[in-house]
Each structure stands twice: as C-alpha cells, then as structure tokens.
C-alpha cells in the first residue's frame, strides 16, 4: 500500500531569480491565482520582474555574489513577505543542494527536485556512477578533484581530444575543449577559474570528446507518488562555446526507435536519483545514433518554451503542482507531441565582431505577435542591459505544423522584431535560417564554430547533398505547396519565402 503524501498549500512564492525566468514564472503563479515576490539587486530595480510581481525586495549589490547567489539575504525576503514556498528559476542557486535544504530548514517548500537528488546529479562523477548502474551509457572521462598529474596521466589514457568541464553547475562554464598534451595546462587554468567565478566551485574533470556529436535532452516530470515521464526531445546542437543559440522539439535528426530508447533510458536515469519535479536528461549522440548521458540538469531549462508548445504542457504549473504533493495529470499517452518548435535565443552581442557582448539602453523594441508565436523577455523600450549578467534580451519561439512551417513563421518573426539602442545577435539567426544545412537539419554541435560564417554564405548543394538532405526533409515537404502563398517582403539576402520554398521542393526532388 502506497504511502500518502501531504499535500500543501501555496499561497506566496518568492522568486529568487531575475529577468525573463522571473517574468514566465510571475505569470504562472498569476494564472494559478498565487501571489508573488520579486527579489532585485541594486542594477535591476527598473526590471520587468520587479514590476510585475505583487512584491519586491532588494537583496544588494549588482554582483551576483552580493545578491541572487546570498542565500541569507533571499531568506530574509522570504520572511519578510511571508512567502511560503521558492522557485529558483535556472542559474544562480537553481543547483544548489545546500540551498535546497536551506529552504526546508526555513519551514520553505522548495519548487524543484529534492537537495539528495541535486548533489547525486550535482556532482558530475557521482552523476555518472549513479546512472551506470541503472543501464545507463556514458561518456568515457574521471572523477572531479584530481591533481595535475592524474589529470594529464588520464588524458594519455582516455585520448585527445578531451573535454575539461566544471564539476559543478553548467550552462558551458568551465568547459574547454582539448586537442592534445600541449593544451591541457592552459585549458584547465581556465575552465577552474570560471567553475569558480560561476559555481563558487573549481573542481574540474575529464570527459572523452565526441565528435561530430548532437546535443540532444529529454524533458523530465516526475511527482511524489512516483509516476515518472518524459516529454519528448530537444534538439540543442545549435552551439557556440558551449552555450546554446537555438534549439527545437522535436530533433531533425532522432527517429521513432532512437527516441523510444534515449527516453526511457531518460526515465532511468531520473529515477536512479529518486527525482522530483522537473528536470532534463542531457545527452551526447553520435553521428551513428550511439548516444550517452552527459548530465542531468535538476531545474527548468532555458529552453523548455519549445516544449511547453508542441506538448501543451505548462512546466512551470507542473513544477508548482508538483511541489504541492499533487499527483501528476500527465500520462505517456497524454504526452505525443503535436508539430514543431523551434527558439533561438536574443542576445545583447555582436555576431559580426566575434559575437562581443554589448551593453547599453534599448531605445526601441517591437516584438513580434501572430500565430504560433510567442516571446519570453524580461526588458522593455528604455531597459538598461548592464554587463553584471548574462545577455539575453528574449526568447522567441515559433511553432508550425511542421518544422517547414515553424522556421517560416521564425522567419516572419524575426523580420518583425526591432531592436534598437545596441548590437544584437538577430542578423545571426536570420543567417542561420536561410541555410541549407540548417534547413536539411544536417548539423552538429560544431557547426556554428567550424562551419558557418555570417561573411561567407552557403554555396548550393550538390546533388548528391541534395538527396542526402532529402532523407531529413521528407517528413515535413508535404506542406511546402500551401506554404507557397505565404511570401513576405525580402531580407537582405534576397531569400523571399518563394525562394525559400524552391529550396524545399529541390530537396525533396
């Protein structure tokens, strides 16, 4: 007989996080009826987050270290509003097991995994064993903490290239990438430095390099009473330093039978941890389909709007309903994605000048509205984008019958989108868009750093590329016909959607 679990009522949550999380996550709780905190440093009291919250309370100074990583100071807020319960958003003190138990020693309920579940998938080497011993694959590498020398011995032994990455957190901070003997003093100097400017942790430790590899994630729900599911996949191998640009639901490049076992290989994994709540399996794919765990991330995604739109699921409500002891309404059955997603992410950089962070006021934004489109942003027209975080300025997710008509519409949109006061990286995806490999979904997670340039565009294929291409855009071609009275203006690259469409029909020859 099963034990029952205690549900319980939240009626303020306290947001520790800023910008766009901060925003999805107020809107949630004001769908859901619940009242909500907003915490802010002394460079966001003008934010969109403190605006829109029911509450707000200042934490300190810009630097993270002064504010949103203070754990006494968010607390604090807590107290004084009478918050009951916390939503870590990502970043910051998402994975934090130490923060986790914190908020249930302060009588708060945590919206995420349990703090056990975050230090076994917290630290990467314990990640690795733990899943091993439920069938899970995994990546070839060692245990965070050694020394120099076992580091250099084991890479001799593992081979070149290697990868060295942060024992702790993620998000493509410290992780260098290696190609031999020569590199590896510089690269692990580096990647420990910034483990410990983000993590406040500077272990590192190894990994076999896979190369020509995709990033692909399942999106994981898992309640109390546990029933655990997954949500399908994310394609995320539109990278650049490790940091992802542009990601999709489904993958381009994942069949029936690969995504039956990666997800529930996923699930495995999820319950070797007894995991609560919402979380993502991240994986490295081969390019003959051999994939392996490389981590699980133990809170909401940057990415999870793609998601939320071909499922129908509200995440964040699940996260909450969840952390309330409820039984999950979500079933296998109940879960099979309905047409494509795709993101690309808006950043405050210049993709002309090496992708160079840009920092100012944004004195005009026009955000882009229309079927099957949606923006998450956290900034305004007049907004200050400061250098003490990261530079995203939104999120804009288009979603279509098909990939063909998502990237139409992705299209459309950015077209749409206006921002003006300092360098963004818009330019950058509508380049990405207009090319043929992307459009065949022939990619990697090297592609944008190896093999795209925003200076030399795409020569048509050939065609034998062409038939290769044709294997991947066969199951969304069907639409091209009625996608040909959609024509809007031309771009600068004189790709109208006509053109856009005679591409398709090429490739499906």
Not at 9 to 17: D, W, Y
Not at 287 to 294: H, S, V
Not at 395 to 407: F, N, Q, T, Y
Not at 464 to 486: D, G
Request: hydrophobic share 40%; glycine share 8%; proline share 5%.
């Amino acid at each position: 007989m099963s034990m029952e679990i205690p549900q319980s009522k939240i009626k303020k949550i306290l947001i520790a996080n800023r910008g766009e999380i901060a925003v999805r996550v107020i809107r949630a709780c004001r769908d859901l009826g619940i009242a909500t905190v907003a915490v802010y440093s002394d460079a966001d009291r003008t934010s969109l987050h403190v605006r829109y919250a029911d509450e707000a309370v200042h934490i300190g100074a810009p630097a993270p270290r002064e504010s949103y990583l203070k754990m006494e100071n968010i607390f604090a807020a807590a107290r004084k509003t009478g918050a009951d319960a916390i939503h870590p958003g990502y970043g910051f003190l998402s994975e934090r097991e130490d923060f986790a138990q914190a908020c249930a020693d302060e009588g708060l309920i945590f919206i995420g995994p349990p703090p056990n579940a975050i230090y076994l998938m917290g630290d990467k080497q314990m990640a690795r064993e733990t899943v091993k011993k439920a069938g899970v694959p995994v990546v070839p590498g060692t245990e965070p903490g050694l020394r120099d020398d076992e580091i250099f011995a084991a890479a001799q032994q593992i081979g070149f290239p290697v990868m060295v990455k942060a024992a702790a957190g993620g998000g493509g901070k410290g992780m260098r990438a290696v190609y031999s003997a020569e590199e590896l003093p510089g690269a692990l100097a580096i990647a420990r430095r910034e483990a410990e400017s983000a993590f406040g942790d500077g272990r590192v430790y190894l990994e076999k390099l896979i190369e020509s590899a995709r990033h692909i994630e399942f999106q994981i729900l898992a309640d109390m009473h546990g029933n655990t599911v997954h949500l399908g996949e994310r394609e995320c191998s539109i990278q650049r330093r490790h940091q992802k640009l542009v990601e999709e639901a489904p993958s381009p490049f994942v069949d029936d039978d690969l995504r039956r076992r990666m997800g529930e290989m996923a699930i495995r994994a999820a319950q070797a941890c007894g995991y609560v709540n919402a979380g993502t399996i991240e994986c490295l794919v081969d390019k003959d389909k051999n994939f392996y765990f490389l981590e699980m991330n133990t809170r909401l995604q940057v990415e999870h709007p793609v998601t939320e739109l071909v499922t129908g699921v509200d995440l964040v409500k699940e996260q909450i309903r969840i952390a309330r002891g409820r039984r999950m309404g979500l079933t296998e059955s109940v879960l099979e994605p309905k047409g494509w997603a795709i993101e690309c992410r808006i950043n405050a950089e210049d993709p002309y000048s090496n992708f160079m962070p840009s920092v100012g006021t944004i004195s005009t934004l026009l955000v882009p509205t229309g079927p099957g489109v949606r923006v998450d942003s956290g900034v305004y027209s007049g907004y200050t984008i400061t250098p003490y975080y990261d530079s995203m300025i939104a999120k804009l997710i288009c979603w279509g019958d098909d990939r063909a008509e998502a990237m139409l519409r992705m299209r459309r949109a950015l077209e749409e989108f206006t921002i003006m006061g300092l360098k963004h990286n818009i330019p950058f995806h509508q380049n990405l868009l207009s090319s043929f490999s992307f459009m065949a979904g022939r990619f990697d997670n090297k592609f944008v750093e190896e093999r795209f340039s925003m200076t030399t565009y795409e020569q048509a294929p050939s065609e034998a590329e062409l038939e290769t291409a044709a294997l991947a855009a066969t199951l969304f071609a069907h639409r091209n016909r009625q996608l040909a009275t959609q024509v809007v203006t031309q771009n600068e690259r004189d790709t109208s959607n006509w053109k856009w469409l005679s591409r398709w029909e090429r490739v499906h020859r």
